[in-house]
């Protein structure tokens, strides 16, 4: 049986008491005191996540711009310097293989990020569908440390910190520059629904960077942060997880995200055909949002049923009991129809049908 791999930041994990969980191969920080704690942290001030399992890949040469075209079911030739974009690498039938961010950080130099139980996958699909072109690819997860700080104070935080003009950092940005006197790369981005920073370090000044966050943030009320309150906080932004949401039996068409398929841009892409068919023809279920005002919650796999026929109609994805919101929440795919806000449905919750309504996502959108 092969161990966890833990992150650079496993012994001030330790120090601080979190529980562990395997995640994808890695060891990682589920919680440090209490889940809705955590939440409420990052919703109310800021937390701070150590997000080391994520895959990083770097690609270089002069037609890399094209051969992310090609590879990819966005335009990453059309993203400028130090900018990034949400896109996706999806097989010749149309399936997700991963989601993933895309940074231009120069223009013959682009950084992938991502998920970690898709890495592997992504660096295989990307080696061979880059093949032809002037281009090369190096997977540098090792060479990195990613250290997320996210909530409403996370700009005075970092900015204690480092002298990058963060005014000036747009979201879905990235700079390089200092912080805690160390190198780093930061950008914009996350996976909370909250304003917030991930930042690119080295493995050896990852401990530092932490140690210097945890104590900027102490006075603003910064708590680290688990994948359990992590998992809860993209749920109430309506944010997809792959393995969840996203899988390679679904396009990006089923989960509401055909607009990050670039049809217009020039030369063929891996997919095309497929997806421009699934485009045609329509999605046949579709990703929404549900709520109960009941006490227990819809978890992913549950049964989603019409109450009227008795038949089911969909599948839960994902589900948990908001802290936010204070009520069940969950994300469903259900059949075209089913789909409008205000449809009355019904779940399956361990052999009881309980009540839910489908709502239009996110749950949560921040003031």
């Known amino acids: 049986m092969t161990s966890s791999r833990p ?154 910190l480092t002298d990058l003009p963060l005014a000036d950092l747009k979201y879905y940005a990235i700079s390089t520059g200092k912080l805690a006197e160390s190198n780093i790369l930061l950008a914009r981005t996350g996976y909370t629904g909250e304003d917030g920073f991930e930042i690119y370090c080295r493995p050896d000044d990852a401990a530092g960077i932490w140690t210097a966050l945890l104590a900027a943030g102490a006075p603003h009320g910064l708590l680290p942060a688990g994948l359990a ?55 046949r279920q579709v990703l929404v949002g549900l709520t109960s005002t009941g006490r227990r919650s819809p978890r992913s796999g549950y049964a989603v049923h019409d109450p009227e026929s008795g038949q089911q109609v969909g599948a839960v994805t994902s589900g948990a009991p908001s802290p936010t919101l204070g009520h069940p929440i969950a994300m469903a795919y259900v059949g075209v129809g089913y789909d409008e806000p205000g449809t009355q449905l019904q779940v399956d919750i361990r052999g009881t049908r309980d009540a839910v309504e489908v709502v239009a996502l996110p749950f949560y959108r921040r003031a």
Not at 73 to 87: E, F, L
Not at 96 to 118: K, M, P, Q
Not at 122 to 149: K, M, N, S, Y
């Open 7 to 160: 992150t650079p930041l496993h012994a001030e994990h330790q120090r601080l008491g979190a529980s562990f969980t395997d995640f994808a191969g890695w060891s990682m920080p589920v919680r440090y005191t209490s889940d809705i704690a955590e939440h409420t942290a990052v919703r109310t001030a800021a937390g701070l996540f150590d997000l080391s399992h994520m895959g990083e890949l770097e690609l270089t040469g002069p037609q890399v711009a094209q051969a992310l075209d090609h590879s990819l079911v966005g335009q990453p030739s059309k993203i400028g310097i130090g900018r990034a974009r949400y896109t996706m690498l999806c097989a010749t039938d149309g399936g997700i293989l991963d989601d993933l961010v895309v940074y231009r950080l120069a223009e013959e130099h682009f950084l992938i990020v991502a998920n970690a139980s898709n890495a592997a996958v992504v660096r295989e699909a990307l080696i061979e569908r880059i093949t032809g072109f002037e281009a090369e690819l190096r997977d540098t997860t090792a060479d990195w440390t990613l250290i997320a700080v996210q909530g409403p104070a996370s700009v005075p935080i970092v900015a204690t």
């Open 229 to 283: 309150c992590r998992d809860t906080l993209r749920l109430e932004a309506g944010m997809p997880l792959y393995g969840n949401e996203l899988s390679a039996a679904t396009t990006p068409f089923e989960a509401g995200l055909g607009r990050v398929v670039a049809f217009g841009k020039e030369g063929d892409f891996v997919g095309r055909d497929a997806l421009a068919r699934r485009r045609d023809e329509g999605a």
